[in-house]
């Protein structure tokens, strides 16, 4: 073997580990940069969206939007609905009136403006859409 004997000597940037190669320190530099950059835009982003959100509930602070929500006629004679009245029985619940009748829950709840826990008393009539 002919170079077992022979010495090979780095040069001196390969020493000092500085190379044409991107060092692992430059590396961690930018990813941190890219980092920090992006929580200051989406802290930025956030801050922004709360006080839109909180000048926007100021000026409509009388009357509030629930998302989701969609607007629903009362039940009566002009809404052109034709609505039986249901007395509520011992042990009735508002799911098991919805059942019964093949309508949902939350369309009984906010047909007759029942409001959670969405209790129901004895006696109590509440409208069924026919």
């Not at 190669?21 to 922004?48: D, E, H, P, W």
């Not at 002009?78 to 011992?90: I, P």
């Not at 799911?95 to 403006?113: P, V």
Request: charged residues 15%; proline residues 5%; aromatic residues 8%.
């Amino acid at each position: 073997m002919p170079f077992r004997n022979k010495k090979f000597e780095l040069s001196p940037r390969l020493k000092l580990g500085i190379g044409r190669g991107y060092s692992q320190n430059q590396i961690l530099k930018f990813s941190a940069i890219v980092c920090l950059t992006l929580a200051l835009v989406l802290t930025a982003n956030a801050f922004r969206l709360v006080l839109k959100d909180k000048s926007h509930a100021d000026s409509n602070s009388q009357n509030p939007q629930v998302l989701g929500a969609t607007d629903v006629k009362q039940p009566n004679s002009q809404s052109g609905m034709q609505f039986t009245a249901y007395k509520v029985l011992q042990g009735d619940t508002l799911f098991n009136i919805s059942q019964k009748f093949n309508i949902d829950w939350t369309t009984l709840a906010t047909l007759n403006n029942l409001k959670s826990p969405f209790t129901l008393k004895l006696g109590q009539t509440i409208n069924i859409p026919k």
